[in-house]
């Protein structure tokens, strides 16, 4: 399974960012998708993950408000709405697929891309 993020890019703060991530290749099965995202000289950390149906959306408290995750039943593509873009949210952001829950560890993931770089300027 491959994951392909866009719609990365350069922002100053305030202003709004969607991400799209589309799987593809052999995938037998459905996807429970999210998004991590790493900070420079920071930990890899949770963002927010869907499961299949792109019902029971799970956030981290960082971001509740302001992001949105939603992915169709039928589509093996997740998008991730950003806004009230701030400075803290600067990051590589990943995508990451997985057969089973949608859980908020990165080791609950077997599928993941190279990520999308978001930089917001205050």
């Known amino acids: 399974v491959q994951l392909i993020e866009s719609g990365g890019g350069s922002v100053q703060a305030g202003a709004s960012l969607t991400l799209s991530c589309v799987a593809s290749?052999?995938?037998?099965?459905?996807?429970?998708m999210g998004w991590f995202r790493q900070a420079p000289g920071k930990e890899r950390e949770f963002v927010a993950a869907?499961?299949?149906?792109?019902?029971?959306?799970r956030y981290a408290e960082f971001v509740k408000g302001r992001f949105t995750i939603s992915k169709a039943s039928i589509e093996s593509a997740v998008y991730l709405q950003m806004n009230a873009l701030n400075s803290e949210d600067t990051g590589v952001y990943y995508c990451?697929?997985?057969?089973?829950?949608?859980?908020?560890?990165?080791?609950?993931?077997?599928?993941w891309g190279r990520g999308t770089q978001v930089t917001v300027s205050s």
């Open positions: 990451t697929a997985d057969l089973g829950s949608h859980g908020t560890q990165a080791s609950a993931y077997a599928y």
């Open positions: 869907v499961d299949w149906t792109g019902h029971n959306p």
């Open positions: 290749g052999s995938i037998f099965g459905n996807l429970a």
